[in-house]
């Protein structure tokens, strides 16, 4: 997981998304619940020009697991403020609430989860970097000096699932003897810079950060 600059708002959104809420918060009044109003009221978010900015913004990556979305599972509109919940329905349309996530992490893991006093961290909002690191033995997300929103985020996003733990720790054990290969080469900054230029096309892209930041520190080491 890592902290994303939001980009423009979308025109669909600029020019309705007052509109849409105002119609939504009628319908649920008038309905008596949200679960009880018709999706095309809840659903109009689902634009083409939300969907195209939202995957720009995020590089093709999941908002909170980083795999690269649309090869081996779908994209969806995540709602960092649960839509379903009274006190956030009004946000169901505002473009600041709404991110790019893979299919598991939005369905089997983050859904409806809130906590009030400690929310998950928001990508586009916080410096990811200051609340989460990965443990480059493990390949586990940890919380930086325990931070209370941090462990909300790791435990209701899955960032350290099973099989996301073992393909982070896969990928450090291969980087690190690439590295040393390419090491006892002399060719180490070589190395580092090539996969400067890959990280973006590459699922995890903050690991790869996190390696390049600890390997460089180990070539300028006497």
């Known amino acids: ?65 980083e795999s690269i979305i649309g090869i081996n599972t779908y994209g969806r509109i995540e709602h960092l403020k649960p839509k379903s919940l009274a006190q956030f329905h009004k946000y169901t349309f505002d473009w600041d609430n709404l991110h790019w996530c893979c299919e598991i992490c939005n369905t089997s893991y983050k859904k409806a989860n809130w906590n009030f006093q400690y929310p998950i961290l928001d990508p586009s909002a916080d410096d990811i970097s200051a609340y989460l690191r990965i443990n480059l033995q493990t390949g586990e997300y940890e919380e930086i000096d325990g931070n209370p929103r941090a462990a909300t985020t790791i435990k209701d996003t899955g960032l350290n699932r099973e099989k996301l733990v073992k393909v982070r720790r896969r990928i450090i054990i291969h980087v690190v003897k690439d590295f040393k290969a390419y090491q006892k080469c002399g060719d180490a900054e070589a190395f580092l810079t090539g996969l400067r230029e890959l990280m973006e096309d590459m699922n995890f892209p903050s690991l790869y950060d996190e390696l390049i930041t600890y390997l460089s520190g180990i070539t300028r080491t006497p």
């Open 1 to 65: 997981m890592r902290f994303v600059k939001r980009t423009e708002k979308p025109l669909s959104l600029t020019t309705y998304a007052e509109q849409w809420t105002e119609e939504l918060l009628s319908q649920i009044e008038k309905k008596g619940s949200y679960s009880k109003v018709d999706d095309e009221y809840k659903n109009k978010y689902r634009q083409e020009d939300v969907k195209d900015a939202l995957e720009k913004m995020y590089t093709c990556h999941c908002c909170y697991c």
